[in-house]
């Protein structure tokens, strides 16, 4: 299982950028993915999650509304559309998928970990 993430990047306040990340080595359609971020100092978060099938989504309250998870299956890569980007957004980026039990209502990923892609955010 490998995950490569792509797309991080320097941005002022209120600007967008667009991750993406290619996942191998598993058949990717059959599992719900999910993006992760790890602010320095402080303990990885669940940022958003989206079903095998890209009809569900879940985020975190912090960039519901402005951040969208979306995924193309027959690309096996998922994205992260990140607009009105905050400075408290500045994190380095995963992308990741279920763990073994997991569902949408409770997900953990899994113990697998790209090397994630870094979105800065300041004026």
């Known amino acids: 299982v490998q995950f490569e993430e792509s797309g991080g990047g320097s941005v002022q306040p209120g600007g967008s950028l667009r991750l993406s990340c290619l996942a191998t080595g598993f058949v990717f359609g059959n599992y719900i993915m999910s993006w992760h971020r790890q602010a320095p100092g402080k303990e990885r978060e669940t940022v958003a999650v989206?079903?095998?099938?890209?009809?569900?989504?879940n985020y975190a309250d912090s960039v519901k509304g402005r951040f969208t998870i979306s995924r193309d299956n027959a690309k096996n890569t998922v994205y992260l559309q990140m607009n009105s980007l905050k400075p408290e957004d500045t994190a380095r980026y995963y992308c990741n998928k279920e763990s073994l039990g997991s569902s949408m209502e409770w997900y953990d990923p899994s113990d697998f970990w790209g090397k994630g892609t870094l979105v800065t955010v300041a004026s």
């Open positions: 989206i079903s095998s099938g890209g009809g569900t989504t």
